[in-house]
C-alpha cells in the first residue's frame, strides 16, 4: 500500500521530547545553583544583622558553611554546564539526522521548484540560528525565568512590601520591551528571504560563470548581486534601529527598578522596618534579578529573529516523501514495465503527459524519440520513480509502483543521462557510488569495459585522482564513461540512457555506442534519442509529441 507522506513528517519538537531528561537536569542544576546564592546572601545578611547587635562572629562559624555552599555551587554550575551542552549538542545532531534522512526521500518536484542556493541557505544558514536558538537562547532564558521565580520567592519570605515594589516596577518596562520586539520576527522573515535571494543569485553566477563571461554579463549580473544588497541593507539598516531601541530599554530594565528597590530599602529601613543586613541580601540578589531582566528583551528578540529559522526548518521537514510501499519483490515476469493511461503534469494549468500507454519487456531494446518537450524525459522521470502518475497507473514487474519499497526498486534499475553528475572525490570513489563497498579489482574491471581504464592509469595517482566538483578536470567523453563504468558496476537489469551521446563529439560517439552496447546485454534497455544512430539497436520505437504517443514501430532486427 501506498505510505501516507503525512505520518512521516518529522518535527523539530520532537527532539526536545527525546532529550527532555538533559533539560530537566540543566534546569534542576540551575534551581540548585540559585538556592544557593540565595542561602549564601542569606547567611552574609544573619551575620551583618549580628555585627550590628554587637554579637561576635567566630570565623570559624561562619567560614566553613561558606566553603560548603562554594563547593556545591561549583559542583552545580559544573552540571549545569554539562547538562546545558549536553542538551545543545544532541539537539543539533538529531536536527541534522532528521534534515538529511528528510532530504533523501522528499519528492523531486520539491528540488525543482525551490531551487538550490535557497535550499542551502536553509540548511546552511538556517541550522546555525537553530544551533544558536538551542544553545544559547533558550538555556539562557530558562536560567533567567528559574533565577527571578527563585530569588523572588526569597524576598517575599523577608519583605511583601519589598517583592511588590521589585515586581511592579518591571512588568511595565517589558511590556513595552516586548511590544518593540514584536516587529523582529517581520523583520526577520524579510531578512531570510533576502538571504535566500542572494544566495540563490550567487550560485547561479558561479554556476554559470562560463556562460556569464562569453556573453559579457558582468554588469548584469552585478546588478542583479548589488540590488540584493542594498535591499539587505535597509532592511539591516531598520533591524539595527529596533536592536538599538532594545538594547536601551535593556538598560532601562536593568537600572530604574534597582534604583527604586534602593531607595524603597532606604525609606524602609529609616522606619525600622528592614535591617542592614537584609539590605546586604537584597542588593545581591537584586543584581540576580536584574541582569536577566535586563537580558529578557534581547532573548526575545533572538527568539522570535531564530523562530523564522525553525520555520523554515520544519517546512523541509513537512515536505511529501517519495511514494513507498514495502513490497521488495523479485525481478520476475515478462513484462517489465508498463504505463497505463497515465496522465502527468507538473502544474495544473498544463499537463505534459496525455494518455500514455505503453509495455516494455523482458530484454527488449525500447527508444523513445521526437522533439524537444514531447513528453520523452517526463515519461523516463515517471520510470525512475522520480515522478508519480496523477492519473493511470505504473506497474513494474507486475506489480504497482506504490507497492514497492522505493529502494528495493531503485536496485533493479541504474541510470545513465546526458547531464552527467560526477561527485567530488576520486575516480574509484566515484565508479564506486554503483556498489558501495566494491573491490578495487572490480572497480578496474569495469572502467576496462568502459574503455577508460588506460586513460586513468595515466593520471599521477591513477584511481586515486580527484576529478574536481562535478567532474570539472575531466573531459565530456571521460565524464561519460565513469558514468558508464559506475552502470556496469551496478550491474542492473534495467538500463535508462537519457541521451547518453547528446553532448560529445562523433568520434567519442562512436565508442560510447560500442560500449553501451556491450553494456545493453542481457538488460532490459529503455533509450531517449534525438539522433537515429543512438537507436540503431532498438526493437521497439515509440514516437512522442505533444505530451502523446503518435506512433510506434516494431523493428525485427533494429533499424
Partial sequence: ?????????????????????????????????????????????????????????????????????????????????????????????????????????????????????????????????????FAECIPEFL?????????????????????????????LLLWIANKLTGMVGKVAAVRRQL????????????????????????????????????????????????????????NLVRWIPKLICYLFCLYEVSHGRMSIGTIFAYAMLLDQIANPMGNIPGQIVSIREYAVSTKRLQEVLDQEEEVSGTGDFAPEGEIVMELTHVNFGYSEEKQVLKDISLTIRKGSNVAFIGNSGGGKSTVMKILCGFYYPQEGQYRIYGHDFSEWDIDA????????SQNVFLFPGTIAQNVAYGKPGAAKEEIIEVCKKANIHDFI?????????????????????????????????????????????????????????????????????????????????????YVFENGEIVKREVQANGI
Fill in 457 to 541: 592509469v595515466q593520471l599521477p595517482q591513477g584511481y586515486e585522482t580527484e576529478i574536481g566538483e562535478r567532474g570539472a578536470r575531466l573531459s565530456g567523453g571521460q565524464a561519460q564513461r565513469l558514468a558508464i563504468a559506475r552502470a556496469f558496476l551496478k550491474d542492473a537489469p534495467i538500463l535508462l540512457l537519457d541521451e547518453p551521446t547528446s553532448a560529445v563529439d562523433v568520434e567519442t560517439e562512436q565508442g560510447i555506442q560500442e560500449i553501451l552496447r556491450e553494456i545493453s546485454r542481457n538488460r532490459t534497455v529503455i533509450t531517449i534519442a534525438h539522433r537515429l544512430n543512438t537507436i540503431a539497436d532498438a526493437d521497439e520505437i
Fill in 143 to 171: 536560567v533567567a525565568m528559574i533565577t527571578i521565580i527563585t530569588v523572588c520567592a526569597y524576598i517575599g519570605m523577608q519583605s511583601v512590601r519589598l517583592l511588590l515594589v521589585t515586581l511592579i516596577c518591571y512588568p
Fill in 195 to 250: 538571504y535566500d535571494d542572494l544566495e540563490k543569485t550567487a550560485y547561479d553566477v558561479i554556476q554559470g560563470i562560463l556562460v556569464g563571461k562569453t556573453f559579457n554579463l558582468y554588469e548584469l549580473h552585478k546588478k542583479r548581486i548589488f540590488d540584493i544588497e542594498d535591499e539587505i541593507v535597509r532592511n539591516e539598516s531598520y533591524r539595527t534601529k529596533v536592536l538599538a531601541i532594545n538594547y536601551v530599554m535593556s
Fill in 1 to 133: 500500500m501506498r505510505t501516507s507522506p503525512k505520518s512521516k513528517h518529522p518535527k523539530l519538537m520532537n527532539s526536545i521530547r527525546k532529550y527532555w531528561y538533559h533539560c530537566f537536569f540543566y534546569i534542576a542544576f540551575s534551581y540548585a545553583l540559585t538556592q544557593i546564592l540565595v542561602l549564601g546572601s542569606s547567611r552574609i545578611a544573619d551575620s551583618t544583622d549580628r555585627l550590628f547587635a554587637g554579637e561576635a562572629i567566630i570565623l570559624r562559624e561562619f567560614m566553613i558553611p561558606f566553603i560548603i555552599l562554594m563547593l556545591l555551587g561549583g559542583a552545580a554550575a559544573f552540571g549545569k554546564s554539562y547538562s546545558k551542552n549536553s542538551f545543545s549538542i544532541y539537539m543539533q545532531t538529531d536536527i541534522r539526522n532528521m534534515l538529511v534522512s528528510k532530504l533523501v526521500r522528499i519528492r523531486t518536484r520539491y528540488f525543482d521548484d525551490e531551487g538550490t542556493g535557497v535550499l542551502m541557505n536553509k540548511l546552511l544558514s538556517d541550522m546555525y540560528e537553530i544551533e544558536a536558538l
Fill in 409 to 416: 526498486l531503485r536496485k533493479y534499475i541504474s541510470l545513465v
